[in-house]
């Protein structure tokens, strides 16, 4: 079965400093891997998405994943944080919608940013 | 861009009466997801869609059930609302290519039953 642990339910950061967001995940198969930011009050917007094609993924808003296959992780980094990156951000894993596309989500790991 | 609608956005109403949540995309996207999510959790997938006429349950059970008439409309309906019903409801649509399809989200619904 496939899960998703989000080390940290709230990371508080300076401005300016780097960001790290924690994701490990189990899954039996190769995943995809997915992270995704909810601002207050809205839905789920994609950040960025693992597929195999590169180990490191970049994404928008200055933000990048890598994926360890031997750590069974999918850390989120961005070098410098803006007060605008403050957010809800969750990671997950699916086996493709060739299976059933079925995302299982992390708990969110809140994001503040102090000025 | 993403094009994927909820209402109402917010709705409060009285234990016993019959919602029904609306969820269009103007993608054409064959996969729609319903998922609920309580403050500060996780999402927890309640009902997904592979197309027209085509529902299943989630992995967290619930009380609501799901229509899938039109491709671009996916309706969740609680015949009656209880407090236990409140909540953040999320629909999502992705496509279906066989390979890693995002899902993308709608704003959201959040219910308070009083």
């Known amino acids: 079965a496939q899960s998703v642990t989000q080390l940290g339910s709230h990371v508080s950061v300076s401005e300016g400093a780097l960001v790290l967001l924690r994701c490990n995940y189990s899954s039996s198969v190769p995943p995809y891997l997915f992270w995704y930011v909810q601002y207050p009050n809205q839905g789920l917007q994609l950040l960025l998405k693992y597929t195999s094609a590169a180990t490191l993924v970049k994404g928008i808003n200055g933000f990048e994943a890598e994926f360890k296959k031997s750590e069974t992780s999918f850390h989120l980094t961005k070098p410098s944080a803006h007060m605008s990156d403050a957010a809800e951000y969750f990671c997950a894993v699916s086996l493709g919608s060739g299976n059933t596309g079925k995302l299982i989500f992390g708990q969110g790991t809140t994001l503040q940013v102090k000025p | 861009e993403a094009d994927i609608y909820q209402t109402p956005r917010y709705l409060v109403i009285g234990t016993g009466k019959k919602i029904t949540l609306e969820c269009s995309q103007t993608m054409g996207h064959d996969k729609m997801y319903w998922y609920q999510q309580d403050p500060g959790m996780e999402l927890h997938l309640i009902h997904y869609?592979?197309?027209?006429?085509?529902?299943e349950k989630g992995d967290l059970s619930s009380e609501s059930t799901v229509s899938r008439i039109r491709t671009e409309h996916f309706p969740l309906t609680l015949e009656s609302a209880r407090p236990s019903h409140t909540s953040q409801y999320l629909c999502a649509s992705s496509p279906f290519s066989g390979g890693a399809d995002e899902q993308y989200f709608g704003p959201g619904t959040r219910l308070t039953v009083t």
């Open positions: 869609s592979y197309g027209v006429n085509s529902t």
